[in-house]
């Protein structure tokens, strides 16, 4: 049986785990999550199906790893929890910004009925533009850690995701979503981060 602690008292808050690629997001939820088991605190990792680099996997770039469940919008988070016979009181949500823009609104309302929610993703897209369902979490979370890279330019702190076509950096045209790796992404620092063909502001 769980121990009575702060995590079977109902009370809610959400937690949010932001970054560009390659600062340790998901190490990071996962190191939360697995800390649980020390407590005997149930919990639940979810990821998006667009995220194929990992079947039914949460794996972080130092070799820790979770089962998840996959599901295609936020809506079936809540679905899923309400199938469950007994109640989890947390619950992981690992690449929060592949999700649809009622993410925010799902964790609060899971939040509100009780549930501690842990959720991890990048805050930026490779254009250096919010990520609109981080964006959300971010406005109803109690807790945000931003987390940094390494700028492989320059070593400063990477706060960029920075794409790149055959080494080169890509358009700002390209597709917004395209799932990657080490292939095709690296770490920027602001100065260095480059976008093709962006937009000039209007003034």
Aim: proline residues 5%; charged residues 25%.
């Amino acid at each position: 049986m769980p121990k009575a602690n702060a995590f079977v008292i109902p009370k809610g808050w959400i937690e949010v785990i932001c970054g560009p690629m390659f600062s340790g997001k998901s190490e990071e939820l996962l190191r939360r999550l697995n800390r649980l088991k020390y407590a005997d605190v149930d919990f639940i990792l979810f990821k998006p199906k667009i995220d194929t680099r990992t079947k039914q996997t949460v794996k972080s770039r130092d070799g820790r790893k979770n089962l998840a469940i996959t599901v295609k919008s936020s809506k079936e988070i809540v679905e899923y929890l309400r199938n469950q016979k007994q109640e989890v009181s947390v619950i992981g949500i690992d690449e929060a910004q592949f999700f649809d823009e009622n993410l925010g609104e799902v964790c609060e309302q899971l939040a509100n009925s009780g549930h501690i929610i842990y959720a991890a993703g990048l805050d930026l897209d490779f254009r250096g533009e919010p990520f609109k369902p981080m964006l959300n979490i971010v406005a109803y979370a109690e807790y945000v850690t931003k987390l940094t890279a390494i700028c492989t330019e320059c070593g400063a702190p990477g706060t960029r995701t920075q794409r790149l076509i055959n080494g080169q950096p890509a358009s700002y045209y390209s597709p917004l979503i395209k799932v990657g790796d080490v292939e095709q992404y690296t770490a920027r620092c602001r100065h260095h981060h480059i976008v093709k063909d962006k937009p000039t502001p209007k003034r």
